[in-house]
């Protein structure tokens, strides 16, 4: 699969700016037999985990891009570095001009990150005392904070959340809390991993919606990771593709789906009975070839979908290891 890597960007418009990153962990091996647990204290196993691997791309102010690729590619292990939870082995990181390993805090105070799997509420309280606290201990001005708390819970619909528990929350509620919450101090970028994971079709809706309403009208520049690839292609504009620590692709959905040869087939039925399925590339060509049919009684169209143009390449690449 071909690599397509933008270069020669502004970095004074740079929001995300990574430069042959690459970032490993040691793993300690155990085995439970008799002679492995011996083995295991005079002469322990470790196996280094390489999870970035000179992984270098450039992402403007603005831009809503979608990071994916398999279990384990190292999706969530750039956004722990982007947001200064992980250290590189080696390369260079910036962050809205800033570095995440020398300046964190002052990153954090632009930065929004969302992890599908965590929250930062207080699970005993209500949701509003959570946000109260945010805005004592992050300094949030007391107009930036009733503005952007107006906001939040107006367009994410949680106005009736405020005074619940959050442990009275179901998964969307929760989620929909989150992602107010990291938007109470107007970050200017914003990292999501996993957002819409185990919410239902009407949580996931109103999800998609703000953030690509929040990216169009507020600039605000947005970096998602999901597995489904529907949101994906729905929310940005721009995809990375990452696979075994590297980068694979970089570039719009519409060249994604020609390097995975996703076809548009049309089913045409004659009005002598019979049927015919044409497969071609592009839209253009399978209309010039519809045109020089006759006898064409009606016509219907589908196109392999992109998550199972990936989910076969996904594969190639597990067999390759």
Not at 199 to 215: C, G, P, S, T, Y
Not at 236 to 242: C, E, Q, V, W, Y
Not at 277 to 293: F, K, N, V, Y
């Amino acid at each position: 699969m071909s690599k397509k890597v933008q270069t020669d960007m502004s970095r004074s418009d740079s929001a995300v700016s990574i430069r042959g990153v690459t970032k490993t962990f040691e793993q300690w091996q155990r085995d439970n037999t008799r002679k492995g647990v011996l083995r295991n204290l005079l002469k322990p196993e470790k196996r280094i985990i390489t999870a970035l691997d000179n992984v270098s791309f450039e992402i403007q102010k603005g831009e809503f891009v979608a990071y994916a690729g398999p279990n384990g590619a190292g999706k969530s292990t750039t956004m722990k570095l982007l947001s200064g939870m992980l250290l590189p082995t080696s390369g260079e990181l910036s962050v809205l001009g800033m570095s995440p390993q020398k300046q964190r805090r002052a990153i954090m105070s632009h930065l929004g990150v969302l992890f599908g799997n965590r929250t930062e509420l207080w699970w005993d309280h209500p949701v509003i005392q959570s946000f109260e606290w945010k805005k004592v201990v992050w300094d949030i001005p007391d107009e930036v904070y009733r503005l952007n708390l107006a906001m939040v819970t107006e367009l994410l619909g949680i106005g009736d959340l405020l005074k619940t528990f959050v442990r009275e929350l179901s998964l969307g509620q929760r989620m929909r809390a989150d992602l107010a919450m990291l938007l109470l101090h107007s970050p200017s970028l914003i990292l999501l991993d996993e957002p819409t994971l185990g919410l239902d079709v009407m949580a996931k809706r109103q999800m998609i919606e703000f953030l690509k309403q929040l990216n169009a009208q507020s600039g605000t520049t947005i970096v998602v990771t999901s597995h489904d690839m529907d949101d994906l292609e729905e929310m940005a504009r721009r995809i990375l593709l990452i696979a075994h620590g590297k980068l694979a692709f970089d570039g719009g959905f519409a060249d994604l789906r020609n390097e995975l040869n996703c076809t548009k087939r049309a089913s045409v039925q004659f009005h002598d009975g019979s049927q015919r399925e044409i497969d071609c590339q592009d839209t253009g060509s399978l209309l010039r070839e519809l045109a020089q049919l006759d006898g064409v009684a009606d016509v219907s169209f589908t196109q392999t979908s992109l998550e199972e143009g990936l989910a076969n390449l996904y594969a190639k690449w597990k067999q390759v290891g």
